[in-house]
Nanobody
């Protein structure tokens, strides 16, 4: 089955940077579109960024455009989220998600990595 493991979260000051990683296993990574979601306490989970199977198309939420970059390395079965110019409102648990589009709509999820932006 699909397994996703996030890493790279932590505490960072406002204006700082972090790079999150998500390692996939148990499936053919290049057949899956990948996404990053985040969820802050008391808020709904929201989509942050997506990337297509080969990585030719990316999409971002308005709140992170120009600051975050999603990328993937299919040879390493890993998707990344580079986060720059971090703001306190970026604090959340960040989740990696995989979908074998357009064949399936079923999403698989990692367990998350926590990001805290605070001085």
């Amino acid at each position: 089955q699909v397994q996703l493991v996030e890493s790279g979260g932590g505490l960072v000051q406002p204006g700082g940077s972090l790079r999150l990683s998500c390692a996939g296993s148990g499936f053919t990574f290049s057949n899956y579109a990948m996404s990053w979601y985040r969820q802050a306490p008391g808020k709904e989970r929201e989509l942050v960024a997506t990337i297509t199977r080969i990585g030719t198309v990316t999409n971002y939420s308005d709140s992170v455009k120009g600051r975050f970059t999603i990328s993937r390395d299919n040879a390493k079965s890993t998707v990344y989220l580079q986060m720059n110019s971090l703001k306190p409102e970026d604090s959340a648990v960040y989740y990696c998600s995989a979908v074998r589009t357009p064949i399936s709509t079923r999403r698989s999820w990692g367990q998350g990595t926590e990001v805290t932006v605070s001085s």
